[in-house]
């Protein structure tokens, strides 16, 4: 049945591509229902009740073209608090629609509703949704297939196919048990008993072959493959056994074409990649592997996923029960850290006529974040099971960020700010140290609701740092309401004197999540053209929230995230509309 369904996505898909492109040119609104819900769903050879949309895992598909006007009704028939985040989205004049629960928004209870509106403005490619609420995202979530508008093509020859590949990861137990026993123990959570592509665990797995996601193809064929990585703890390893991918799009952006074997992708990314059938059938099928990357000191899934890549046989009566060979790609090692920079050297912008690469040449002001692991200290007279005794915390600056019991745009707009969060988070590490060097004896960071405040139309230089304090990792960082110029990365400590120099302020990529390299660091820039408030009632003077945290789930429940408070512009197009009269309460 599960495999079945995935052909019913494949056609559900193509299907949805022909009414777009049958549209006209003009931009229309998509309205989409999105019932959440509990299903019961099997895999491995185990059942359980799990959250999903519309009772589908992964969820559904939002097709829509750039510059539509997307509403999508949202309505919690689930016994948790829900909020969906639509991942990439620019949210420009729409904060009040970005999800997250308790930043941009109260969550919606249990019986209520919302309706997400949203533009989809001077975007398009692959982008994706998922709750942002504990780590319901497991289940919740789902691809975004943005078109080009109406006669305009790819920067690329048009792919026969387009196919979403969403990777996830699948716990045997219900995953808010999961961090609720982690939260409480200062422990690591319970790792992943599988990895899924496009939910099915496949043949390597116990009791898993019939749940195998298959793709097939036509010889001479080329395919464009929507990849997102949905897992929640995880960088994944990704190649097809004996055929290459073009990379075409980062995170719903174009870049210069580049080939490779095996690519690299953080949970939050999307890619787009072009994949060339072989020109005669091969008489063989073919592996699609999945299998983390990590540095990390603790446990983790080190397991793989497979799918497999099959070729319409020509002579279908000939080959009636024949077994046809399968082959296997070889991956990097787990902790092949230098196969990871190397992909991403390779990523530039398309920096063209008609995708210009807009990098700010010069910045109005810089930051300096370290990103990282630390400790609480255990209660008096309790039992942690975190590093001696301790418990696990993660931070940026080493602060670890607490969410507020109200949303902070919610309050910001009501004039309620006050005991909320502080305006005072760190531009700078306050006891700097030899980042990447020796730990520091005393490994606690500090609990807030801090938040960072920008003026409206800012450009902004931030170098983030990852710290060797419980060991060296990737962090994926994502920021909400902005896409970002990754203009550097190395490895070892940030020279403040010696690296701006080497600076890419031509064609650099351009992203919305990016990993904080193991051991190393990476400088992004922005513009916060992006407002996130409209008029305060009591003339207040701070305006727009924005959130920027760690893509892996643990470390975001550990802390290790932040908000931007984006100040109004001058003109009215600068200035966030009022919120919807159905914005949940808390």
Not at 9 to 33: D, N
Request: charged share 10%.
């Amino acid at each position: 049945m599960a495999a079945a369904s995935s052909v019913l996505r494949c056609c559900l898909l193509v299907a949805a591509l022909m009414t777009l492109s049958a549209m006209g040119a003009e931009a229309i609104t998509r309205q989409y229902l999105f019932d959440v819900q509990t299903t019961s769903v099997t895999r491995l050879c185990s059942t359980k009740s799990i959250v999903t949309v519309n009772g589908q895992y992964p969820g559904p598909t939002l097709f829509a073209r750039e510059g539509d006007h997307v509403e999508v009704t949202v309505v919690n028939h689930s016994p948790y608090n829900m909020s969906i985040h639509w991942h990439g989205i620019r949210q420009l004049l729409s904060g009040w629609a970005d999800g997250p629960s308790y930043i941009t928004q109260c969550p919606i209870q249990p019986g209520g509703s919302y309706v997400y509106r949203f533009t989809i403005t001077g975007q398009r490619g692959t982008l994706w949704w998922h709750a942002h609420i504990s780590w319901l995202r497991a289940t919740v979530h789902g691809p975004m297939v943005i078109l080009p508008p109406a006669g305009v093509g790819y920067p690329f020859p048009a792919p026969h196919e387009e196919v979403p590949i969403m990777f996830g990861e699948w716990w045997n137990n219900d995953t808010e048990a999961v961090i609720s026993q982690a939260l409480q123990t200062g422990g690591g959570p319970n790792i992943s008993d599988a990895y899924t592509l496009n939910g099915l665990p496949g043949p390597l797995y116990n009791c898993s072959a019939q749940d195998t996601f298959k793709l097939k193809v036509k010889p001479g064929k080329t395919y464009m493959l929507r990849l997102i990585n949905a897992a929640l703890n995880d960088d994944l390893f990704f190649s097809i056994a004996n055929h290459t991918l073009t990379v075409v799009d980062v995170d719903a952006l174009y870049v210069k074409p580049f080939t490779v074997d095996t690519l690299i992708i953080a949970p939050g990314q999307t890619s787009n990649v072009l994949l060339t059938a072989k020109p005669m059938y091969p008489g063989a099928s073919y592996y699609m592997l999945a299998r983390p990357y990590t540095t990390t000191q603790g446990t983790f899934d080190n397991t793989t996923v497979a799918g497999v890549l099959e070729y319409d046989d020509p002579c279908p009566t000939t080959a009636a029960g024949k077994i046809v060979p399968i082959f296997s790609p070889t991956l990097p090692q787990i902790n092949d850290t230098n196969a990871v920079s190397n992909f991403t050297a390779k990523l530039r912008s398309l920096a063209s006529a008609g995708y210009p690469a807009a990098v700010p040449q010069q910045v109005d002001h810089r930051f300096f974040f370290t990103v990282g692991l630390g400790t609480h200290p255990c209660a008096v007279n309790g039992t942690c099971q975190g590093p001696n005794g301790s418990r696990f915390a993660a931070s940026i600056n080493n602060v670890s960020f607490v969410l507020p019991a109200t949303a902070l745009l919610q309050s910001h707009f009501a004039g309620k700010s006050k005991g909320v969060y502080a305006s005072n988070f760190p531009y700078y590490p306050l006891n700097p140290f030899n980042y990447t060097g020796t730990p520091p004896n005393n490994t606690n960071v500090m609990n807030g609701t801090k938040v960072l405040v920008l003026p409206y139309g800012a450009n902004v230089e931030l170098v983030m740092q990852d710290t060797s304090i419980l060991g060296a990792e990737s962090h994926p960082l994502h920021l909400h309401g902005f896409n970002f110029f990754v203009v550097g990365q190395g490895f070892g400590n940030f020279d403040p004197i010696n690296d701006p120099a080497k600076f890419n302020l031509y064609d650099p990529v351009e992203r919305n999540t990016v990993g904080v390299p193991a051991g190393g660091w990476v400088a992004i820039r922005f513009h916060a053209d992006n407002p996130g408030i409209y008029l305060c009632r009591y003339d207040c003077t701070i305006s727009g929230v924005w959130f920027m945290h760690c893509h892996l789930e643990v470390h975001m429940s550990w802390g290790l995230k932040m908000a931007w408070l984006v100040l109004d512009g001058s003109r009215p197009d600068q200035k966030l509309p009022p919120p919807p009269l159905d914005l949940p309460k808390c």
